[in-house]
């Protein structure tokens, strides 16, 4: 099952549970222009499921970017991948709070948590608050986050090619994004380029 | 009338002057070599020309076809016909060769006052540029430079070379750790974009590559200034007996 929610256009949900389905992806866009808080809690209650859920925010207009996402793995053998991307710029600011639970006796659990953002310029701010809670053994947890510019060597390449700079950071966003952006049909792709 | 005209060039790196005044001229249509040993500032030359950040013009100036090039942005570089075949080609994930060139190729000729390719029109130059240099079509759809191995990437950056047309090819070292085919594809590329109003640069170590793409002139660069110039028997002497036999 592939869900896929746009802030200010549909309604996210704060909580789910994965047990039905063997695979469940979920894609949060947070479009450029709108603020927002979400709180988003999912619990995986049956060995063998799957979650994988991505999200993708643009805060490049001095938006403000809340995240609350919890995921219990309430059982073992089950999995769940996280990936956020986001870009911030004009005063722009993102909190990413991100909890795994991995309850007690939910041995083989896959948790993995990645959280990574572009300023493109020194008012706007990213934070990421990694928590993991962790009460079995035989787990398998990671987090990461990384808060960078844009990179000046690619800026340089496509530049020497004769793309203007303006052109270019835009390709280096979408290239950033990419990994999550390519989970949306062309259409929403393409409303959320043209507000970029 | 020269295409390029270096003029006593100083440019630091970091603060540390690694340039120290380099003359060289390029006459319209013609091949270059440049060659020196590690460090001699080879790279730092084609990035100074190409406006790469982070190098400082301290003295001197820099001349295509006349104008300025220092005061010019990459990007104006790019459509006044400079190219530079990157020593160490750069990866760009999630952007594939064939949008990468297609920004490229409407940017150089909006530039030019020359209208937008049709997307057929596009396509045709597209394979036909990738045929040249054996590039397999699905290339095309492939991510710039990921996962590609070093003799695809330099491949890769012929093809742009050949996408691009310029007017005065700067070759970073293109040749180093190419096996023989991939080394053909270089040559063959240089060598098809020769001609009364394509000039190169060509960057190197190594004789093989200008065996393949003969020069009209040699330059040897030592520590950041020109030590010698002359024909292929230079090529041969630092061949023969290494870079200390040139002062």
């Known amino acids: 099952m592939n869900r896929i929610y746009i802030a200010g256009i549909d309604e996210i949900p704060q909580r789910c549970t994965l047990e039905d389905n063997d695979l469940l992806q979920i894609t949060i866009v947070c479009p450029p222009g709108y603020s927002s808080d979400i709180n988003f809690a999912i619990d995986l209650l049956r060995p063998g499921v799957q979650l994988d859920l991505a999200g993708l925010y643009f805060c490049t207009r001095g938006e403000r970017q809340n995240f609350n996402i919890t995921v219990r ?4 053998g089950a999995t769940s991948h996280q990936l956020f991307k986001g870009i911030l710029g004009q005063g722009g600011s993102a909190v990413f709070d991100g909890l795994i639970h991995v309850a007690p006796g939910a041995g083989q659990t896959v948790a993995t948590q990645q ?24 787990v398998e ?32 966003i979408l290239s950033f994004l990419s990994p999550v952006l390519n989970r949306l049909p062309e259409d929403k792709q393409k409303f959320l380029l043209d507000r970029l | 009338m ?58 001197g100036s820099v001349l295509y076809r006349g104008q300025d090039l220092l005061a010019l942005k990459p990007e104006e570089r790019s459509w006044a016909g400079l190219f530079l075949s990157f020593q160490y080609p750069i990866e760009i994930p999630g952007v594939s060769i064939s949008a990468f060139m297609k920004a490229a190729v409407d940017a150089r000729r909006k530039a030019a006052g020359k209208a937008t390719l049709s997307a057929a029109e596009y396509l045709r130059l597209l394979n036909e540029k990738m045929a040249f240099v054996g590039m397999k079509p699905e290339f095309a759809k492939r991510e710039v430079n990921v996962g590609f191995s070093g003799g695809e990437k330099k491949r ?30 270089v ?5 098809a974009l020769r001609g009364p109003q394509k000039s190169a640069l060509v960057i190197t170590h190594y004789k093989r590559l200008l065996e393949m793409v003969v020069p009209d002139r040699v330059h040897v660069l030592k520590a950041g200034s020109i030590v010698a110039e002359g024909g292929f028997e230079l090529v041969e002497q630092i061949e023969n007996e290494g870079y200390d036999s040139i002062r």
């Open chain 1, 73 to 76: 793995h309430m059982v073992g």
């Open chain 1, 115 to 138: 959280n990574h953002s572009i300023l493109l310029d020194s008012a706007s701010s990213s934070e990421t608050h990694p928590q993991l809670e962790i009460y079995a053994d035989d």
């Open chain 2, 156 to 185: 890769c950056e012929i093809f742009q070379m050949a996408m691009l047309d310029p007017a005065l090819s700067i070759l970073d070292e293109t040749d180093s750790g190419l096996d023989v085919d991939a080394l053909k594809t």
């Open chain 1, 141 to 172: 947890c990671s987090h990461g986050a990384t808060v960078g510019a844009l990179n000046e060597d690619e800026l340089f390449y496509l530049r020497s090619r004769g793309i203007p700079e303006d052109e270019a950071r835009r390709m280096q």
């Open chain 2, 2 to 59: 020269n295409i390029l005209e270096i003029n006593n060039l100083h440019a630091s790196v970091e603060g540390k002057e690694i340039l120290r005044g380099v003359s060289l001229t390029v006459p319209e249509g013609e091949v270059h070599a440049l060659m020196g040993p590690n460090g001699a500032g080879k790279s730092t030359l084609s990035a100074v020309l190409t406006g790469r950040p982070g190098y400082t013009v301290t003295e």
């Open chain 2, 187 to 191: 040559a063959d590329g240089v060598n």
